[in-house]
C-alpha cells in the first residue's frame, strides 16, 4: 500500500510556492519538501490541518491511496 502526495497539484491550482506555504504553516521548507516528494513516513493532524486551511482544501485532495498492484502496474508501464 501506498499514499501518494499531491501537494505539488494544489499548490499550482492554488498559484502559491512552497516557500509561501512553509512561511503560512509554520514548518521548515525542508520538511514540507520532504512531504511534498512523498518521502515523509508520516504526517501530524496538527500538519494536515495547516496545510489544508491555508490552501482551503480537504485532506483527500492532498493524499491519495494507492494498492500495491496500481504500483507495480504504473512501474511496469513507465519501463
Partial sequence: MSIRVNLDRVLVEKRMSLTELADRVGITLANLSILKTGKAKAVRFSTLNALCRELGCQPADLLVYE????IDENLKAAE
Avoid: A, Q, S, V
Wanted: proline letters at 25%; aromatic letters at 0%.
Fill in 67 to 70: 494498492p500495491d498492484e496500481m
